[in-house]
């Protein structure tokens, strides 16, 4: 895909509007993880040191449509961004109706974009509202990428100039290491709770990669479609035949996809639940699968050993409760340790490489989820093609 890059415009002088994902968790006020935060401080400064200046807008949680909340305001975001680029960010909260002065060197925070109607709709004439504020819109928000809304899209569309920001042209190479140029053999680890949100990513990695490792909920409704007892386990019954047309279509590709041979069981998931390994042929019907066993590790870590170029994005068990995370943890280190260009996205699956502390040891953390998602799939995001029509 071709698209403008900030770096190869003359922006000095220069309104620059940058959509960032400053959408960071938020408790009594306060931000309780300011990563995203700290993902958009390189494109910043580079926009800065270009001589521009700077205005940002950002979405934050689900607000109603057109009504302003003091909860989900981006002022404190404001506050942060001032102690992270030692320098003042000015928080306007009213910007559509009147031009907003920026000089070069400034940086101004724009209010929540999901308080303007439209903005979900990706409305032209708010988009057009947007686009008035600048001389360069830059994209740089890939968690937003696959959403088509006004502030990533519409705004594409009529601004002066378009083009991506750095941190989504890295997403966006990243990932194409993946899908378009990989190293072999490719490994794809997908773990979660359900094969219903990741069902069309599943169908694509069984034709694309060499060997996909399947965790959580999705392996159990897997395991049920080769014909394995899973007991009371996490599984969806309705997608059982699906699970099977997928492993059919791994095995007419060349794609391996092996199974847990052993699993680490509890009648109930809970803090004090008693863990239980057991081959995966001894599962009784009161039994739960929360993790795999340690024969599945050392078959996991294996074929991560093997493999050139690894993405990854779900846990391999309910990681959160101690006695069931040894198979995620292990997996994670044994990524960490593999020198294949590794690839990892999603909430849950990046809060397991920070727990562990080998975040830099993977290849790229991915800041998305959905947007992470629907790239593996093959999906145009609808902000990447707004970019290219204006490339």
Request: hydrophobic content about 45%; charged content about 25%.
């Amino acid at each position: 895909m071709r698209v403008k890059k900030m770096t190869e415009l003359d922006i000095k002088g220069k309104r620059v509007l940058i959509r960032e994902d400053l959408n960071v968790p938020m408790k009594d006020g306060r931000i309780s993880n300011d990563n995203r935060i700290r993902a958009a401080l390189p494109t910043i400064e580079a926009a800065l040191q270009a001589g521009a200046g700077v205005l940002l807008m950002s979405h934050l949680g689900r607000p109603t449509e057109g009504e302003w909340d003091p909860a989900l305001s981006l002022e404190p975001i404001a506050k942060r961004l001032s102690e992270l680029l030692g320098k003042p960010v000015r928080f306007e909260k009213d910007y559509l109706e009147h031009t907003v002065a920026v000089a070069p060197g400034e940086v101004v925070l724009l209010e929540n974009v999901r308080f303007n109607k439209g903005e979900k709709k990706d409305e032209p004439e708010l988009g057009k509202k947007l686009a008035a504020l600048c001389d360069v819109y830059v994209m740089d928000a890939f968690a937003t990428a696959h959403r088509a809304q006004a502030s990533t899209s519409a705004v594409a569309r009529f601004a002066p100039e378009a083009c991506a920001g750095p941190l989504l042209v890295t997403e966006l190479e990243s990932l194409g290491r993946v899908l378009y140029s990989p190293k072999r053999p490719l490994l794809a680890i997908t773990g979660g709770a359900k094969v219903s949100t990741k069902l069309s990513l599943l169908r694509n990695l069984a034709g694309m990669v060499d060997a996909m490792i399947l965790g959580g909920g999705i392996a159990n409704t897997f395991l049920k479609a080769a014909g394995y007892p899973i007991g009371a386990s996490l599984r969806e019954d309705d997608l059982v035949k699906d699970a099977a047309e997928i492993m059919q279509l791994a095995k007419e590709k060349g794609c391996l996809i092996p199974l847990p041979v052993d699993v680490t069981t509890a009648p109930e998931l809970s803090e004090n639940a008693q863990a239980v390994v057991k081959d995966i042929r001894d599962v009784q019907d009161t039994d739960m699968i929360l993790d795999i066993g340690p024969k599945t590790i050392a078959l996991y870590a294996d074929a991560v050993a093997k493999a050139a170029t690894i993405v990854w994005n779900g846990p391999l068990g309910a990681f959160e409760t101690p006695q069931f995370a040894h198979g995620t943890e292990s997996i994670c280190k044994a990524i960490a340790a593999s020198p294949a260009f590794s690839i990892v996205g999603g909430g849950d699956t990046v809060a397991a490489v920070e727990q562990y502390g080998v975040a830099d040891k993977m290849g790229y953390i991915s800041t998305a989820g959905g947007a992470f998602l629907e790239f593996l799939e093959g999906r145009a995001l609808p902000a990447v093609v707004a970019l290219e029509e204006r490339s």
